[in-house]
């Protein structure tokens, strides 16, 4: 069963973060952010829209350009990921999971 604090707030991409606290207060479009960082335009709209995840290549990528840390990237799209992962229709299998009790 979900946390009550997982079930009132639906998990965040990596992307809309890029968006709403990087590019739009900027003013970078993100034509300039793909060629200013020499990712690929799809890769970048992918990102925004929420379908692509990020990778390290990308958060390495976007740590030089916005002068953060490649792990600030990555821990967005690990957030992400357990998230999702928590909310999906596995969490019920991972429940029933025992610990173990070794020596």
């Known amino acids: 069963m979900p946390s009550s604090h997982a079930a009132r707030h639906r998990a965040v991409h990596p992307g809309e973060i890029l968006r709403q606290e990087f590019l739009v207060p900027l003013g970078i479009?993100?034509?300039?952010?793909?060629?200013?960082?020499?990712?690929?335009?799809?890769?970048?709209?992918?990102?925004?829209?929420?379908?692509?995840?990020?990778s390290a290549d990308t958060a390495l990528r976007l740590a030089a350009y916005f002068q953060t840390s490649a792990e600030f990237?990555?821990?967005?799209?690990?957030?992400?990921?357990?998230?999702?992962?928590?909310?999906?229709?596995?969490t019920k299998?991972?429940?029933?999971?025992?610990?173990?009790?070794?020596a």
């Open 29 to 54: 479009s993100m034509y300039r952010l793909a060629k200013d960082t020499g990712m690929p335009a799809d890769r970048v709209g992918r990102l925004v829209k929420g379908t692509r995840a990020f």
């Open 73 to 90: 990237w990555m821990n967005l799209q690990a957030r992400y990921d357990l998230a999702v992962a928590r909310d999906s229709k596995g």
């Open 93 to 102: 299998a991972i429940l029933r999971i025992r610990p173990y009790k070794g």
